[in-house]
């Protein structure tokens, strides 16, 4: 039987799960932005990634827990995976392919997961993860496509509906999904939420359009949104959502925005909702602008931030 | 008769003076760092100094307010009192020099202030700071020297002691000595205050050494702390601190720490303290970093980043 999606009930109960064992992330106010900005980038592992991660570990079977888990990700989410299963006391193995950047690899492994680099890529990683996960008989924890997951996401939507009650739209950004659908499912009766992707990887435009996830082959700057495809859950919880696209170069803008005026060292990822605020596709009063991790190499930062 | 140097009735009075025109910064905790940061990048303009600036403004007679005031600055200074001066009504005159930051320039001017360029260099600005000063009649609103200044920024021990109650050291970045006068007049007596300067500017150093303010040519990459001698008021404040030196590739070191570990973008000076205590000069257990300010340019930022 397919997963159903999460309601604002599940929600509730992911944060109560999370408890203190994560932040409650400040929203710092950018006058020159004109918005306020959700910190997701101070997240315990840089990202809003160990919300879902969290919740969905905390969720196991102490059978299950004892099996351990298994991702894929050469990200934000590996690392989520291996601080959430290091709290919850369950073993984990991410799979990453060569090439995978040293420092995330680095960093997976000092929450203690275990890192697989059998693949040569991505779609072989995929392979090898399908096999992995036969012969080990441990639990996917899947990046987006998971209710759990999802739920603990959409905890980033109960902090603003108390810390900006006022707040008339929400801008996030999409990747696989799991984040909008997550601040979706919390308060999108009562805010609009305003999903933005890169022109360049468009995994929820492709599958709303289709109704089905949809491939995609994602080549933005904002590494951290390049999804293959949008999931299932995000696509039947988004399907009304309002879009906005974004170019590479308003993600840079954006970037070198936030750093020089709001002081914050995000990923090009997070800089995407920024960007879309900024280029003025968007029309609203008070806003909130998600800035949803902040994993970057020093070496990309400063690539970025050197061209004008 | 010379100023009295300010008591911790004076600081809790500059808090209520301040109100909430300025932010109670957050106090970040950065588990990779065993400590925690209070983030004063966040504040107005980008550093504390509109702390003590918005103090000075606030408790100027009509008359003053009505003459206008007059700083000289290149850097953090002069933007705080560009922003205090036009939330309390007053014209604000400040002298920079050529070669000046055009970023920095146009940021006070942004905030209202007339900046004056006439001098070729920083001791020619000086002399043309008095000759203004005279002819105009306006209130000079000094960097560091005047007990309003201090006390002002002596609001960060006040909210430090409320939201790190358990702190047993809090490490500062100094320069001409106002913010760390400031927090060692507010919760001195209590909590150790480490006193930061870099070993290529050491105005507070000199100044203790010689028992009066000392001119020193300081060239540290944490301009924001080159000043070129401690105030009095701080040299009295300070005579029995705990101080500490840091080099400038210990101060590279941290701000490329505090960019990829705690998602800060700082200044350099703003990483000195997170220097020091990185460099483990410092024994403490419970720690606070004071990220003094976040006024850098992108392409400074940049080449600090590129290098490993």
Redesign the interface.
């Known amino acids: 039987m397919a997963d159903a999606a999460p309601t604002r009930d599940d929600v509730e109960r992911a944060r109560a799960t999370i408890g203190d064992r994560l ?1 409650r992330t ?1 929203l ?2 950018s ?1 020159t932005l004109d918005a306020r900005l959700k910190c997701e ?2 997240q ?1 592992t ?1 990202s809003f990634k160990s919300r879902g991660a969290l919740n969905k570990l905390s969720r196991l079977t102490a059978q299950e827990k004892a099996r351990g888990v298994i991702a894929i990700s050469a990200g934000n989410h590996a690392q989520a995976v291996a601080f959430a299963a290091a709290a919850e006391g369950a073993d984990a193995l991410v799979v990453m392919w060569q090439g995978a950047s040293e420092q995330k690899i680095a960093a997976t492994r000092g929450y203690g997961a275990t890192v697989d680099l059998e693949a040569h890529d991505p779609a072989s990683a995929f392979e090898r993860l399908a096999q992995l996960q036969e012969e080990t008989g441990r639990t996917l924890v899947h990046p987006f496509d998971d209710p759990l997951v999802i739920a603990g996401a959409g905890t980033v939507g109960l902090e603003l509906e108390e810390d900006a009650p006022d707040a008339d739209a929400v801008i996030v950004p999409v990747g696989g999904g799991g984040l909008v659908s997550g601040i979706q499912t919390a308060i999108g009766t009562r805010t609009r939420v305003i999903a933005v992707e890169p022109e360049t990887s468009t995994a929820l435009h492709s599958g709303l359009e289709h109704g089905e996830p949809t491939p995609v082959t994602p080549t933005s700057i904002a590494d951290g949104l390049n999804a293959p495809f949008a999931g299932r859950l995000p696509l039947e919880i988004c399907k009304d959502i309002e879009r906005v696209l974004v170019t590479d170069d308003e993600i840079k803008h954006a970037f ?1 925005f ?3 005026r ?5 990923e090009p990822a997070g800089a995407a909702a920024a960007a879309a605020w900024l280029s003025g596709k968007i029309d609203a009063e008070n806003t909130v602008v998600v800035v949803s991790g ?1 994993n ?4 990309t ?3 970025i ?2 061209a ?1």
């Open positions: 932040l400040p710092l106010t006058r980038l101070f315990r840089g070198r936030l750093y020089e709001a002081k914050l060292a995000c902040g970057v190499a020093a070496q930062a400063s690539a931030l050197a004008p």
